[in-house]
């Protein structure tokens, strides 16, 4: 069998056992604002969560119940309002928004049901409309799934959906991986306001799941950061219902490595273009800081380049200030020198020797950096160690959504 | 003898013994861009610089300077160009700034030339104007001192000029204290894109000098906080010419208190001038984190919620979204129980067992954030230690300012 990894259109309507469907149920006053994700037989379940210690009614309860079970059925998504800082009657909405998803899909058990919400912190949910929504869904069920329209429920502030598929072989069987995210403000590692829902019908052993989805998502959700605000909402559910499955597969299978490939690849492309659509982003970043000691080390200076608000309003300005970039490394808290640092923007060296290009202009500078998407390397000199992060630039826009959200 | 501190309009001109002229010499298009600060003799001197790795060479320059010395009897200082990430030709031309103002001033030995430098981080200070500007400042020496003139000839992106002066008793003879400093972005504790001159003509003992700044920094200008990044080339400086003083004063005396007091008062004043003039800014925030368990605690959370984007934009935009207060108390690190928080936003209660005040509608919550000058109060519930912090929201024109500056 070929150990390919195939890219494939369609999204979350490729992966088989599977019914999702997004909704309008009135809490925006457009656009989806509801999403079901329902499977035909309980899934194994595997799930990241934000590390923000203020953390919303529906995170703790969706942890609640997968650590009890280890499985989910069904997931009811809303957006609009995030259902955080809502004391013990928040904890009773996100209960009954599952319960009332529960009755109308005939799951038997409310703790197989993972909620989600996202949206403005501090407000109730309507739970009336949620009713609504969930309802709405029911009508399509099973004969009109939208994954498409799944992706479009979860989205806030989002320009565009974020969707992925693909399709692999395990233990002699085509299986499929299709996940859909959200980005894009209070975006930063260790999870953000982001969701992200992961679905496949392969028949993985929950704890290797588990495992894998963390890893996963180390080198890809978590080296994102748009404004470095880590949200209250966040998280990343990996569904496995093995309905193409022969038989259960761990992380002693020796296929479980291309499992583990797939799973990378649709989370990196999410996590990709959860900064390519950073609010109000003009340009995609990949930053990659090397030649540090250890990684963490690298990881510090990545960061604090990366969330840098005068770095990023000067690429959006497409201005060719490297001065900025060398300031933040001085103020990362890493131990450098500044006499060895390199700077590259898209293979044009910037800084040598921590000196500027003495041999380029301002303007031979600025046309690099008006490219859409930049690579910028910077190379500290010391080790060998390395850490990339995905980021965009600070615009107008930012402000302009922030400052008027609630 | 009156222990008052008495606030003085006239700025640096007030302080005996002094010349300060500012003048512009053609760095930037307009506006005054150098300045002169002359002692009639060596005065006692302190001073603390940037903590950034990345440290301009007049900074350097003038550390070892004062190492050596503990005096200065000239400061040249210049804006639009910052002398950092220029290698060893940097530092030359430091000296060289050093060495032409000592010539034109008659000062017998460049080591107590202290010099400055503030603007875009790598091009090569431009000595030939540097020269010209020293001669002008030169030619008002010692008829015509501005000490408005030199405020305004270190703003770089500063809207308005900073400066305060008090005189105040010191061992039965009345002694001035004046000081100036800039702003506006870079700003971020432990020292930012901001430059400090304070004059006084008492008569104090250099270490107790040093020792008198680094208490009043660390409750001023270390509690400022723009944007979060930290500069290259910041530094505060205080000369005590003693012009008025009898004889040295130093901590043991009785009358220290008082000069540290009016220290800490003049220092205080233009550190909330740089947070009230931060680039773009609209709003003039103190923030006041209490009931942590530890000071460093309270700190942590005042600098999270200060450098919160989401925070920022929020409260320019004139939202009263307190769950991005919330969440970014969450992610601060620091140990928190979410239900024993309160915040307050100018006495009025927005946050109370961590969820919102059910009594008020927005509208009335948005109207207290209508005021231009805001105090939020963070209470943790927790313990009895505080901090405090002055910063500005985050506007249009911060983004307008920082991605066309270099």
Known sequence: MSKEIVQQSGGLDNVEGFFTRGVHCGIKKSNNDLAIIFSEVPSAAA??????????????????????????????VNSGVANACTGSRGMDDAKMMSQMAAREFNVVDPSLVAVASTGVIGDFLPLNKI??????AREFYPHSPSGKDTARAIMTTDTFMKEKAVSFSLNGQEVHLAGIAKGSGMIR???????GFLLTDAAIDPMSLQRALKSAVDISFNRVTVDGDTSTNDMVLLLANGQRG????????????????????VCQNLAQDIARDGEGATKFINLIVQGANKESDA?????????????????????PNWGRIMAAVGRSGVSIQPERIKVSINGVPFVEGGMGNQKMTRNELRSVVQNK???IIIDLGLGNAQFNVWTCDFSFDYVKINSHYS
Chains 1, 2 share one sequence.
């Open 299 to 319: 990881r510090k200076v990545a960061f604090t380049v990366a969330e840098s608000p005068l770095v990023k309003t000067a690429f959006f300005g497409e201005d």
């Open 189 to 195: 590692p260790n999870l953000a306001t982001m969701l």
């Open 246 to 265: 022969k038989r259960l597969i761990d992380e002693k299978h020796p296929d479980f490595i291309i499992f583990q490939q797939a799973l990378n690849q």
């Open 131 to 136: 009713e609504i929504g969930i309802k709405k």
């Open 373 to 375: 998407e930049l690579e």
């Open 47 to 76: 799930a990241v969560f934000t590390t923000n210690q203020v953390c919303a009614a529906p995170v703790e309860l969706t942890r609640k119940y997968l650590e009890k079970n280890h499985h989910f059925q069904l997931v009811v």
